[in-house]
C-alpha cells in the first residue's frame, strides 16, 4: 500500500504547511499534489493534467454555484433579510436550540442532491445566528451544519449518495428512504449534541479557529448598517419575502430530482430543475428586491463585495478539486477494492463493518463522499449476491463510512471553511470532527437495522 502511505503523507503536508507554518493553503495544496503525483508514480505530465483536470471539472461542476449562492447571500445581507430571518427563527426555536433546528431541516426539509447549494445558502444564516446560541454559536452552528448537510445526503432520498447506493445495490428506493429517514435525523440530532458537549470543554479558540475574510466582514458590516437603517421595518422585506431566493431555488431543484426519479422529467422540468438555473432564478429575485428596498448604489456595493468573496472562495475550492484528482488518478480506490472481495462470505457484523471501512478508507483518501460512496458501492455491488446480509444493511454501512471525517482533500471542505469564516484549524475542528462523529454514530443505528431489516 506504498501509494496509500503516499496519500496519507499529502494530507499530513498539507495541515501541517497551513496550521504549523502559516503557509496559504492554495500553495500548499499544490505543493502537496506535485508531492503526491511525482511520489506515486503519476508521472509529470499527468500530475500537471490531474491538478489542471482537477481545477477545471470542480469549476464545471460548482463555479456557477458557488458564483450564483454567495451573490444572493451578499444581497440578502444588504437588505438585512438575514437578521428579519434570524429574528423569526429565534421566535420559534430557543438561541439554544438553534443547532438542533439547522441540523434536523438540512437533513430531512432540505435534504438536497447538491451540498454545495446548500453550504452556500445555509452559511450566511449560520454566521447571523451565531451570537443567538452564545458564546461558542459559531461553531456549534458550523458544526451543526455540516453533519446536517451530509447525514441528508448519505442517509435521505434526494440525496445524491443516498440515490446512488441504492441505484448500485439495487435496493428499493422507498425501502432505502424508509431506514434513512430514521437514521439520518437521529444521527444528525445525537452528533449535533456530542459536539456541544466537546465545545463545552474549551475546545475553541477564536482567536485561532475563526478567519472571516476581509469582504466577509465588510459584507456583515453591510447587514448591520442596513438592518439600523431599516429598523422601523418599513423597508426590510418581510420573512415571507425574504427567504424566497433560497426556498425557491431549493424547491426548484427537490422538484427536478423527484421528477427524474418518478420518471415524469422533461426537458423543462430538467431545464427549470438543473441547480444553475435555480440559483440563478434565485440571484435574480434577490437582485430586484435589493434594488427595491436599498436603491441602487447599495445594492452595486453589495454585488461588489460577493464578487470579491466569490473569487477566493472559488481558487481555493478548485485548487483542493486538484488535490482529489491527483489522488484519483494514482489508482487508490482499485487496490481498496480488494478488501472485501476475498472477505465476502464474512458474517453479518463483519460485513456491516468491513462496507464501512472501505467506505471510510475511500472518502479518506479520495476526499468525496458521493464518490467514496459510489465506489464502495461499486466495489461490493458484483459479490452482493454472496454475503448473507440485506443489500439495504450494507448500503446504510457504506453511507454511514463515506461521512468518516471529511478534510482537506475535499473541495467542500474549502468552500465551507471560507464560507463560515473559519481558519483552516477551525474548519478541521468543526467539518472534520462533526462527520467523522456522524460516521461512528450512526454505524450502531446500522447495525439495528440490520435486527429489522
Known amino acids: 500500500m506504498v501509494i496509500g502511505i503516499h496519500t496519507a503523507i499529502a494530507i499530513i503536508v498539507v495541515i501541517t504547511l497551513i496550521i504549523r507554518f502559516k503557509v496559504d493553503p492554495i500553495i500548499s495544496l499544490i505543493v502537496s499534489c506535485l508531492y503526491l503525483g511525482l511520489a506515486s508514480g503519476v508521472g509529470f505530465t499527468k500530475t500537471v493534467e490531474a491538478i489542471t483536470g482537477g481545477f477545471g471539472d470542480i469549476m464545471a461542476k460548482i463555479g456557477l454555484l458557488i458564483g450564483f449562492g454567495v451573490l444572493i447571500g451578499a444581497l440578502l445581507h444588504a437588505m ?72 441528508g445526503y ?55 479557529d475563526e478567519d472571516p475574510s476581509e469582504a466577509m466582514l465588510e459584507e456583515e458590516a453591510v447587514d448591520a448598517a442596513a438592518a439600523e437603517d431599516l429598523a422601523d421595518g418599513r423597508r426590510r422585506p418581510s420573512l415571507g419575502i425574504a427567504v424566497l431566493p433560497i426556498i425557491v431555488p431549493l ?5 427536478g430530482a423527484f421528477a427524474d426519479l418518478g420518471g415524469f422529467s422533461n426537458e423543462v422540468i430538467a431545464f427549470f430543475g438543473n441547480a444553475n438555473i435555480a440559483l440563478f432564478i434565485g440571484l435574480v429575485g434577490a437582485y430586484v428586491m435589493a434594488r427595491r428596498n436599498v436603491g441602487s448604489a447599495r445594492t452595486s456595493d453589495a454585488f461588489s463585495t460577493g464578487l470579491q468573496t466569490t473569487g477566493e472562495i472559488l481558487l481555493v475550492t478548485g485548487v483542493g478539486g486538484s488535490l482529489g484528482a491527483v489522488i484519483k488518478s494514482t489508482g487508490l480506490a482499485k487496490e481498496l477494492g480488494g478488501l472485501f472481495t476475498v472477505n ?46 440485506a443489500p439495504i444493511v450494507i ?59
Open 80 to 151: 438585512g433579510a438575514f437578521k428579519t430571518m434570524v429574528e423569526a427563527l429565534v421566535r420559534v426555536v430557543p438561541g439554544k436550540r438553534l443547532p438542533y433546528a439547522l441540523a434536523g431541516a438540512l437533513s430531512t426539509i432540505f435534504p438536497s442532491i447538491y451540498v454545495d447549494v446548500q453550504v452556500v445558502l445555509a452559511s450566511p444564516v449560520a454566521r447571523s445566528s451565531a451570537p443567538m446560541v452564545g458564546e461558542r454559536g459559531l461553531p456549534y452552528l458550523a458544526g451543526a451544519l455540516g453533519t446536517g448537510i451530509f447525514c
Open 344 to 389: 465476502a462470505a464474512a458474517p453479518l457484523l463483519l460485513s456491516v463493518l468491513l462496507a464501512w471501512f472501505i467506505a471510510a478508507l475511500l472518502h479518506l483518501a479520495i476526499g468525496s463522499v458521493s464518490v467514496a460512496a459510489i465506489t464502495a458501492a461499486g466495489i461490493i455491488a458484483p459479490i452482493l449476491g454472496q454475503i448473507d446480509v
Open 395 to 453: 448500503g446504510l454501512a457504506i453511507a454511514s463510512g463515506s461521512l468518516f471525517a471529511l478534510q482537506v482533500n475535499s473541495n467542500f471542505f474549502w468552500m465551507y471553511k471560507a464560507l463560515l469564516g473559519l481558519s483552516t484549524r477551525g474548519a478541521l475542528k468543526t467539518m472534520t470532527v462533526v462527520t467523522s462523529m456522524a460516521s461512528i454514530v450512526s454505524l450502531p443505528l446500522v447495525l439495528v437495522a440490520s435486527l429489522i431489516a
Open 154 to 208: 448519505v442517509f435521505v432520498i434526494p440525496g445524491l449518495a443516498a440515490i446512488s447506493i441504492a441505484g448500485l445495490l439495487g435496493i428499493p428506493l422507498g425501502t432505502y428512504m424508509l431506514f434513512g429517514i430514521v437514521i439520518g435525523p437521529l444521527t444528525a440530532l445525537l452528533t449535533v449534541w456530542l459536539f456541544g458537549l466537546l465545545l463545552r470543554m474549551r475546545y475553541w479558540s477564536p482567536e485561532q
Open 251 to 255: 424547491l426548484m431543484i427537490a422538484f
